[in-house]
């Protein structure tokens, strides 16, 4: 019972870590410091590939560093991995710049949320 629960607190500390570590790439990305938000992906980026991440944080990285193509590529790839954050989409202003855009518009008919 003590392993298990050794590991599912080294599990919370990963967890906690990348979250931390995605809102500061986002906040790197708005704030123009382009360079230091493509660090922070980098990270993130050899992180996912040993450890599970949403498709829905990198679309919100990209679009936040202009890489529209890309972060929709990514908010598709969430619709199908169906990730259970995107019930949050309408909701979130974190996509209102991007809402009016007939792609991102497309994405939400996709998920009925038109």
Known sequence: MDDSLAEAHAMMGIY???????RIGIVHAKAGRRNDAQRVLRKLEEHCR??????LDFAELYFWLGEKEKSLKFFEKAIDDRDPDLL????????????????FQTLLKKMNLD
């Open 88 to 103: 949050n989409i309408i909701s979130s202003p974190a996509w209102d710049p991007i809402a009016s855009e007939p792609s």
């Open 50 to 55: 040993h450890h599970y991440c949403t498709a």
């Open 16 to 22: 906690k870590a990348t979250l931390f570590d995605w």
